[in-house]
């Protein structure tokens, strides 16, 4: 039987927490690494006319929402159209956030497999959710469609017969659907509000919980507005908008620093120099 654990709500944060997570959030809107500063970037080698060359590309929120989206939402108006997901962009996803230490192995992830379910059975879902949407169903959505595409990436190996990857679907999910009520599965987090170690259970209790902590710090996160896209299609970026994507992504952010420890068990946050800068001062107005 698995052990059960007090478990323990998201908390209501201070103006301040949510303030530096809507600073690290941009950063990472515009592909930038809070912690070091540096540009998120995949390098990777290309080949034209004969001449292999070392080349990068920006990865960043906006890049992620418009590479995952734009495909689905096409997919949604017709589901005979050829438009999808690269699986070499989920390749990069994984590796850009580096979510092979949350229980994803590389020989565990059926990448085609896992599009597929995302252009078939997640897409009928959705709009057959978005015609029958309802506050009654609003978490239950997001664990249904977590679990199906869960589902569908996994499978067996030598090194593991059984799992799951709901970590990596919700992360997926986030992007592909924003105005669905996903939340990012996050180990640290997950361990933080010492929630039951039976999978199904834990995802549960975790949608339940964040869900629970954006309503009741929802009064400060709605002052937090999405930053306007540059590449991102103004639809989408609207339907990400209005559906709270954007303070999803703050209580995300403001749940792994509450939660974060070093190795000796001490709180431990990291951000780069100059958002530690934004947040400690005022803005200059003239």
Same mark, same amino acid.
């Given at each position: 039987?698995?052990?059960?654990?007090?478990?323990?709500?998201?908390?209501?944060?201070?103006?301040?927490?949510?303030?530096?997570?809507?600073?690290?959030?941009?950063?990472?809107?515009?592909?930038?690494?809070?912690?070091?500063?540096?540009?998120?970037?995949?390098?990777?080698?290309? /080949?034209? #006319?004969?001449? $292999? &060359?070392v080349a990068s590309k920006r990865m %960043?929120? +906006? @890049?992620?929402?418009? *590479?995952?989206?734009?495909?689905?939402?096409?997919? /949604?108006? #017709?589901?005979? $159209? &050829?438009?999808?997901?690269?699986?070499? %962009?989920? +390749? @990069?996803?994984?590796? *850009?956030?580096?979510?092979?230490?949350?229980?994803?192995?590389?020989?565990?992830?059926?990448?085609?497999?896992g599009i597929a379910v995302i252009d078939?059975?997640?897409?009928?879902?959705?709009?057959?959710?978005?015609?029958?949407?309802?506050?009654?169903?609003?978490?239950?959505?997001?664990?249904?469609?977590?679990?199906?595409?869960s589902e569908g990436i996994f499978t067996?190996?030598?090194?593991?017969?059984?799992?799951?990857?709901?970590?990596?679907?919700?992360?997926?999910?986030?992007?592909?659907?924003?105005?669905?009520?996903?939340?990012?599965?996050?180990?640290?987090?997950?361990?933080?509000?010492?929630?039951?170690?039976?999978?199904?259970?834990?995802?549960?209790?975790?949608?339940?919980?964040?869900?629970?902590?954006?309503?009741?710090?929802?009064?400060?996160?709605?002052?937090?507005?999405?930053?306007?896209?540059?590449?991102?299609?103004?639809?989408?970026?609207?339907?990400?908008?209005?559906?709270?994507?954007?303070?999803?992504?703050?209580?995300?952010?403001?749940?792994?620093?509450?939660?974060?420890?070093?190795?000796?068990?001490?709180?431990?946050?990291?951000?780069?120099?100059?958002?530690?800068?934004?947040?400690?001062?005022?803005?200059?107005?003239?």
């Amino acid at each position: 039987m698995a052990k059960r654990l007090q478990r323990i709500k998201a908390p209501t944060f201070t103006k301040g927490l949510l303030d530096l997570a809507d600073l690290c959030a941009r950063d990472l809107w515009r592909g930038v690494n809070y912690e070091t500063g540096k540009k998120q970037e995949i390098v990777g080698s290309v /080949v034209k #006319n004969s001449r $292999t &060359t070392v080349a990068s590309k920006r990865m %960043s929120d +906006e @890049d992620i929402m418009n *590479i995952f989206a734009t495909p689905f939402y096409k997919k /949604v108006s #017709n589901l005979k $159209t &050829t438009f999808s997901i690269p699986t070499q %962009s989920i +390749e @990069d996803f994984i590796s *850009i956030g580096k979510l092979y230490v949350v229980n994803t192995r590389k020989s565990n992830i059926d990448y085609q497999k896992g599009i597929a379910v995302i252009d078939s059975e997640i897409a009928k879902r959705y709009k057959g959710w978005n015609l029958e949407n309802t506050e009654k169903n609003y978490s239950e959505i997001g664990i249904e469609l977590i679990k199906k595409l869960s589902e569908g990436i996994f499978t067996a190996s030598s090194l593991q017969q059984d799992g799951n990857h709901y970590a990596l679907a919700s992360r997926i999910l986030f992007f592909t659907i924003p105005d669905l009520p996903i939340y990012n599965i996050s180990a640290g987090i997950m361990l933080g509000m010492k929630l039951n170690d039976e999978p199904d259970e834990m995802l549960t209790q975790y949608v339940n919980a964040l869900q629970d902590g954006l309503e009741r710090n929802w009064s400060l996160l709605s002052e937090y507005q999405m930053p306007y896209p540059t590449i991102l299609d103004e639809v989408t970026w609207k339907r990400a908008r209005d559906s709270g994507w954007w303070q999803r992504r703050v209580l995300d952010l403001a749940l792994k620093f509450y939660f974060s420890e070093n190795k000796k068990g001490k709180k431990e946050l990291k951000v780069n120099d100059l958002i530690l800068e934004l947040f400690m001062t005022t803005p200059q107005t003239h």
